[in-house]
């Protein structure tokens, strides 16, 4: 990679940060559209994260990711906040210019866009859905089946108070139920999706019988690593369709993509392929 005078510049924000596949990512996307531009990690302590911030736009950077811990920190760290910030309460996108920083959260329309390309036949007004989990992945769903027009929405958690937490801040259909009832809130969904880390490499398994969920339901896991996970591959085995949680890293990324370097990137095979050889 080349840089000169004219290269835009962006990056991704975290501690650690050298897991995140982000920097694969745009990078293969400015390779592809044949950008003069750079997408580095920026491994930044919690004492440093608003300095930085600031240092970066005045070093010329169009914006960045952010990724854990700092979500929340970079909410209260923006001059400008879209609804999706304000909502979730996190922001995961910034855009630097004009000396003000701008952000947004695209893990929702990252979430059903990953839906839509992986799923076309779904339909989200047809039939509920059953989310599990509580926290900030499960908050992006739910705001986004409520925005997608889900009839109800069926969210489990271990812990309730977080899920009623969930229900009270995002309001709409959202019906919470207790963690013993996961199995049977199954009935006549016609999407299950695991908004938790359960079922993640090095993580305790998703423990969840399908038998109640009827065999045209979609089934989704936020979960990449691995690709399959066994809730996916038990969903699969029973004859249910299924999407897994790459898409959703994809997919997230492209309002960022658009933003600061000027062209909408698509997500094709090809990139899956990439970005999962790393």
Same mark, same amino acid.
């Given at each position: 990679?080349?840089?000169?005078?004219?290269?835009?510049?962006?990056?991704?924000?975290?501690?650690?940060?050298?897991?995140?596949?982000? $920097?694969?990512?745009?990078? &293969?996307?400015?390779?592809?559209?044949?950008?003069?531009?750079?997408?580095?990690?920026?491994?930044?302590?919690?004492?440093?994260?608003?300095?930085?911030?600031?240092?970066?736009?005045?070093?010329?950077?169009?914006?960045?990711?952010?990724?854990?811990? &700092?979500?929340?920190?970079?909410?209260?760290?923006?001059?400008?906040?879209?609804?999706?910030?304000?909502?979730?309460?996190?922001?995961?996108?910034?855009?630097?210019?004009?000396?003000?920083?701008?952000?947004?959260?695209?893990?929702?329309?990252?979430?059903?866009?990953?839906?839509?390309?992986?799923?076309?036949?779904?339909? @989200?007004?047809?039939?509920?859905?059953?989310?599990?989990?509580?926290?900030?992945?499960?908050? @992006?769903?739910?705001?986004?089946?409520?925005?997608? @027009?889900?009839?109800?929405?069926?969210?489990?958690?271990?812990?309730?108070?977080?899920?009623?937490?969930?229900?009270?801040?995002?309001?709409?259909?959202?019906?919470?139920?207790?963690?013993?009832?996961?199995?049977?809130?199954?009935?006549?969904?016609?999407?299950?999706?695991?908004?938790?880390?359960?079922?993640?490499?090095?993580? $305790?398994?998703?423990?969840?019988?399908?038998?109640?969920?009827?065999?045209?339901?979609?089934?989704?896991?936020?979960?990449?690593?691995?690709?399959?996970?066994?809730?996916?591959?038990?969903?699969?085995?029973?004859?249910?369709?299924?999407?897994?949680?790459?898409?959703?890293?994809?997919?997230?990324?492209?309002?960022?993509?658009?933003?600061?370097?000027?062209?909408?990137?698509?997500?094709?095979?090809?990139?899956?392929?990439?970005?999962?050889?790393?």
């Amino acid at each position: 990679m080349t840089l000169s005078g004219r290269t835009k510049l962006a990056g991704v924000m975290g501690w650690p940060v050298a897991h995140s596949r982000s $920097p694969r990512l745009h990078g &293969y996307w400015l390779q592809h559209y044949e950008i003069d531009g750079a997408y580095v990690p920026l491994p930044v302590r919690a004492e440093a994260f608003e300095h930085g911030l600031r240092s970066l736009a005045d070093l010329g950077f169009r914006g960045v990711n952010v990724t854990v811990p &700092y979500k929340e920190a970079a909410l209260a760290a923006c001059d400008q906040v879209e609804d999706s910030g304000h909502r979730l309460g996190a922001v995961n996108t910034i855009v630097m210019g004009d000396g003000r920083l701008r952000g947004f959260n695209s893990d929702g329309f990252g979430f059903i866009e990953n839906l839509r390309q992986g799923a076309p036949q779904w339909q @989200a007004q047809k039939a509920p859905a059953v989310v599990i989990g509580a926290g900030g992945a499960a908050r @992006a769903v739910v705001a986004a089946l409520i925005d997608a @027009a889900v009839p109800e929405i069926r969210l489990v958690n271990r812990t309730r108070a977080r899920a009623d937490a969930v229900a009270k801040d995002l309001a709409g259909p959202v019906q919470v139920l207790d963690w013993p009832e996961r199995g049977r809130a199954l009935s006549e969904a016609g999407l299950l999706v695991n908004a938790t880390s359960l079922g993640m490499t090095e993580q $305790p398994p998703l423990e969840l019988h399908l038998a109640d969920l009827p065999r045209a339901a979609l089934v989704s896991d936020i979960v990449y690593a691995p690709l399959e996970t066994p809730l996916l591959a038990q969903a699969r085995a029973r004859g249910n369709v299924v999407v897994d949680g790459l898409g959703m890293l994809l997919h997230q990324a492209r309002p960022g993509f658009e933003a600061w370097f000027g062209v909408a990137p698509e997500v094709t095979p090809e990139l899956r392929r990439f970005v999962l050889a790393d």
